[in-house]
């Protein structure tokens, strides 16, 4: 398709397991975002990539969330160690360009972590 | 800091009635806004965004938003609500740093029920 496709859409993990989420970008789209969104919350920014540059990390909530894009399309969240409070929606974006433009966000649906 | 509000968490409108979802903004400088719905175990759809210009944007499936720079707001409205409206809707600025990255910063969310 040619949407933003993230798998896998549901995640049951116990607690102090890894995880790893993958998105696939619509194709094309230099900018790739993960958002993190809680039960009856707005998404909240985990992570940027302008192709496979990492260039803002900043909402990484801690050193066990590690994000990469080693060629610019494909994008995977790795959890290491999970915990309770890990348990939300996690949301990948991508747009057609880098930087400080006004092209829309388009999102994928998203893959629901539930850690036990 | 940039950030939104979303003063409502729900609102409850009639089929065929007009509706309104209600959102405020703080940023620095000129903002880059943007409404998003989201449906049930859905990632998010872009519906319209504001950069400059006409001060009300048209955007997809009918909605419309009003941009009021002296009372820092962007309502989203709709002349006729239909049932199918019934979702989450999302506001949303774009962070303004020395990053560029073009993240964006989510007001809470606001439920919007349309009744038959």
């Known amino acids: 398709g040619a949407g933003v496709s993230q798998s896998p859409r549901y995640k049951v993990a116990k607690r102090g397991q890894d995880v790893a989420l993958r998105c696939d970008p619509i194709?094309?789209?230099?900018?790739l975002f993960w958002y993190q969104q809680a039960l009856g919350q707005g998404p909240e920014f985990l992570t940027y990539?302008?192709?496979?540059?990492?260039?803002?990390k900043s909402g990484l909530p801690s050193d066990r969330f590690f994000a990469e894009r080693p060629e610019g399309s494909v994008s995977t969240l790795k959890i290491q160690r999970t915990q309770q409070e890990d348990s939300a929606v996690y949301l990948c974006?991508?747009?057609?360009?880098?930087?400080?433009?006004?092209?829309?966000?388009?999102f994928g649906d998203g893959t629901r972590l539930s850690i036990l | 800091a940039q950030s939104v509000a979303q003063p409502e968490d729900q609102v409850n409108v009639a089929e065929g009635n007009p509706l309104t979802v209600k959102c405020t903004y703080s940023?620095?400088?000129?903002?880059?806004l943007f409404w998003y719905v989201q449906y049930p175990n859905r990632g998010l759809q872009f519906l319209l965004k504001?950069?400059?210009?006409?001060?009300l944007v048209k955007g997809s499936y009918g909605f419309e938003a009003e941009f009021n720079k002296s009372q820092t707001s962007f309502h989203l409205k709709k002349p006729s609500a239909l049932v199918s409206d019934s979702a989450l809707y999302f506001c949303a600025v774009r962070d303004i740093d020395s990053s560029n990255t073009g993240k964006l910063i989510f007001g809470q969310g606001t439920t919007l029920q349309v009744k038959p």
């Open positions: 990539f302008q192709n496979e540059a990492q260039l803002d």
């Open positions: 940023v620095s400088g000129n903002p880059y």
């Open positions: 194709s094309g789209h230099v900018s």
């Open positions: 974006a991508s747009s057609l360009r880098g930087g400080y433009s006004n092209q829309p966000q388009h």
């Open positions: 504001y950069i400059t210009g006409d001060n």
